[in-house]
């Protein structure tokens, strides 16, 4: 393939039958919830979802699978290369503003809604909804404590969340050796790396679970435990979410050097997936400054 | 290994057609299949929410209630909104992308055709799964096209989570759209082609593709706190809880503001490209159209509360949203100016492109000095949620954007089809609309300053004899739409030929080309043009 042709593929199966896939997955997943939210059971929600998510599995398995063969094939070019660093780039900062949007919540309850409420600031006026209600954070007595009990005690950051700061950042670090071990060619040593940051992966996703499960069971704090219950969940949720698809995908790397895949120069693959693990990490920091410690 | 063989033999003879049979659309990776389908999906959208247009102006014809119920008037008002927004707007100035970024800078294709497949084919299915709400128990959403908690949260019908699923489709369908285009105008451009060299459609596209990459995201969030409130309990938008519905309205126009810009940005880009084309003359201030589009992008984050000015935001904050919205008139005008500065003195010529060009010009500049004077905090008290601001955004949405992308698509038909539109029957066009869209707007300014409210299916005898000048401009415009179906399929079916410089002044790579354009363009790197050099 010479550098002065982009590789442009031929018609492709893939994305229409993932529209499908997505249409199965939105479909199901609302019905499923409103059924669930009407008391209903389950039922053909949950059928279109679990079958939305299987097809949408087996796409990525054969679209990624054809990728990877094209490029093992020598189709694309350095130039193509440089399209996929884009895309991924790009869709790293999407999840960037992603989180942003919850981060922005989190920062307008505490710093504004909250301290309104509890009759202080400009628009302190809001008091006149509930009286007796003091401001405070970590939101312990919820204005309309019936509706939205507020947790017994939340989680001490020292323990599991300091934890598990050390081993994400520590994942990113061995991630990097991995890397640099490629770039050598040092192929035993890219696979124990790689492995060691799957292991810290799979650590900081069961501690994730555990606290959880503290959470819930012994301090009262849940989704409906008012505002910092929401904040909490959906910051650590979603970010447990990424860590969880991050780990999924350095199995993958992993599983592809073990049969031979990347070498010192091609490797973009193993980049993307060490890239959106690194801003996991970040995302991780923010949350353990934001939501644990301040 | 099949599949490798077929595309390695592809390679081969580069220059075959297009498939045969549904599977040339469903399947395709084409930039020119995929842009049309884009604009048909696109059109088709814009007349199933005229049709919803429609029925609120013949429900408003008369004071009173007399064709539809007020629930449906509100299911009618959100989808009308939404479907214009996502489905028409949007979705055209994807397709206007995808048929002339490729051709503007020299590149084979997109720079990432499946995904470009994909992005298109989520839309279908997303609006599919929007418009059904329609026909289910409790009816569609009626909240408004902005969708402000509590209204779509603890009171809004079961539908509102498959809305909620369909925005994140329309997200998924947005981002991937941005990121194709962004990946191909920054690393497929022909050798010579610098930056600075971009034909404008294409900065105004880079940018816009930038403000969907930070904004659909947002957005996303901004439904999924809704999601968590309505099934899980939450509390974000229930101060019960301690959150704000007021959060809703910070989020949702922190995504919001910005989209208003990516439905104008790309429009300035088609005008940047059509008036020097007429006026016969290189597009006055260049350089200051870019850096104005990008100035444009960077103040959109930054004056997200104009729309929140009666919501109760402390007064440093009406302040500074105040003053930050008022400066971007200023890279407006600059625009303006450009755009009336290439005229001048130019040997101009007014076909159909150039027409609806030059009413964009004048009209959006009247929708922006509304938005000016909807920026002024206090005046805004009276004004927020009156007509005057439906006649606000509609002026810089319908002769903006609709006209826009009307005036794309008659410039850039010739080069598409390879024939010459009906000059009779596109200025025929152009003047139903450019009268209609004056008649049914202009006077919403007077009941919007009288005040008459947005959003209630009825009013105040005062108001009656303006609304009903209204819904005739309304029907007036809507029904010259069938000319614009008719005039697109008439030019696709045959007419004159095109020369591959279908316009006599016409620059650029897509001008060099023949007309209609190859299935396949630009296989190896074209040589620019002297203009370009
Ligand atoms: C000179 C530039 C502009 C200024 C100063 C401006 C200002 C404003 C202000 C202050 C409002 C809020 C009015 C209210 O709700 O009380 C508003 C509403 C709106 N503007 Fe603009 N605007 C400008 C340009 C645009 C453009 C280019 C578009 C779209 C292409 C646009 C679309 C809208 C829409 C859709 C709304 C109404 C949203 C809703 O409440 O449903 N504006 N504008
Ligand atoms: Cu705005």
Known sequence: MSSSSYYVPEQSRWPILASVALFLLAYGAGTLLNALSAEQGGGLGLVLLLAGALMMGLILVGWFGNVIHESRGGLYSAQMDRSFRWGMSWFIFSEVMFFAAFFGALFYVRVLAVPWLGGEGDKGVSQMLWPDFVAQWPLMITPDAERFPGPAAVISPWHIPLLNTCLLVTSSFTLTLAHKALLRDARMQVRRWLFVTIVLGVVFIGFQAYEYAEAYHELGLTLQAGVYGATFFILTGFHGLHVTLGTLMLMIILGRIVVGHFDSRQHFGFEAVAWYWHFVDVVWIGLFLFVYVL | ?533
């Open chain 2, 1 to 533: 290994m099949s599949t490798l063989d077929t595309t390695l033999h592809a390679d081969a003879h580069e220059h075959h057609g297009p498939a045969k049979g549904m599977g040339r659309w469903l399947f395709t990776t084409n930039h020119k299949d995929i842009g049309s389908m884009y604009l048909w999906f696109s059109l088709l959208m814009f007349f199933v929410g005229g049709c919803m247009a429609l029925m609120i102006r013949a429900e408003l014809f008369q004071p009173g209630l007399q064709l539809i119920e007020p629930g449906f008037f509100n299911q009618m008002t959100t989808m009308h909104g939404l479907i214009m927004v996502f489905g028409a707007v949007m979705p055209a100035f994807v397709g206007l992308a995808n048929w002339m970024v490729p051709m503007m800078i020299g590149a084979p294709d997109m720079a990432l055709p499946r995904m470009n497949n994909w992005s298109f084919w989520i839309l279908p299915f997303a609006f599919a799964m929007l418009i059904s709400t329609l026909f289910m128990e409790g009816g569609a959403p009626n909240f408004g096209w902005t969708f402000y908690a509590p209204l779509s949260t603890t009171y809004a019908p079961p539908s509102v989570t498959y809305f909620i699923f369909a925005i994140h489709m329309m997200g998924i369908s947005s981002i991937m759209g941005a990121i194709n285009i962004i990946a191909t105008i920054l690393n497929m451009r022909a050798p010579g082609m610098t930056m600075m060299k971009l034909p404008l459609f294409c900065w105004t596209w880079l940018i816009t593709a930038f403000l969907l990459i930070a904004v659909m995201p947002v957005l996303a969030g901004v439904v999924t706190m809704m999601l968590m409130d309505i099934h899980f309990g939450t509390s974000f938008f229930d101060a019960g809880g301690g959150g704000d519905p007021v959060l809703f309205q910070h989020v949702f126009w922190f995504f919001g503001h910005p989209e208003v810009y990516i439905m104008i940005l790309p429009a300035f880009g088609i005008i940047s490209q059509i008036i020097p084309t007429f006026a016969r003359k290189r597009l006055f201030g260049y350089a200051s159209m870019v850096y104005a589009t990008a100035s444009i992008a960077v103040l959109s984050f930054l004056v997200w509360a104009h729309h929140m000015f009666t919501v109760g935001i402390p007064l440093a904050g009406e302040l500074f949203f105040m003053y930050a919205t008022m400066l971007i008139a200023v890279p407006t005008g600059v625009k303006v100016f450009n755009w009336v500065a290439t005229m001048f003195r130019g040997s101009m010529t007014f076909e159909t492109p150039m027409l609806f060009a030059l009413a964009f010009v004048v009209l959006f500049t009247i929708g922006g000095f509304s938005g000016l004077m909807l920026a002024i905090a206090p005046v805004d008290f009276q004004y927020h949620d009156t007509y005057f601001v439906v006649a606000h955004f509609h002026y810089v949405l319908v002769p903006g954007a609709i006209f826009s992308i009307m005036a794309g698509v008659y410039y850039w038909l010739p080069k598409w089809t390879g024939h010459m539109l009906d000059e009779r029957m596109g200025k025929l066009h152009f003047w139903l609309s450019f009268i209609g869209v004056n008649i049914t707007f202009f006077p919403m300014h007077f009941i919007g300053l009288a005040g008459m409210p947005r959003r209630i299916p009825d009013y105040a005898l005062q108001f009656a004899d303006f609304n009903m000048v209204a819904s005739i401009g309304a029907f007036l415009f809507g029904l010259s739409q069938l000319i614009f179906l008719w005039n697109v399929i008439a030019c696709v079916r045959g007419g004159r030929k095109a020369e591959a410089r279908a316009w006599e002044g016409a620059e650029g790579l897509e001008w060099e080309i023949p007309s209609p354009a190859p299935y396949h363009t630009f296989a190896t790197p074209p040589q620019l043009p002297e203009s370009l050099r």
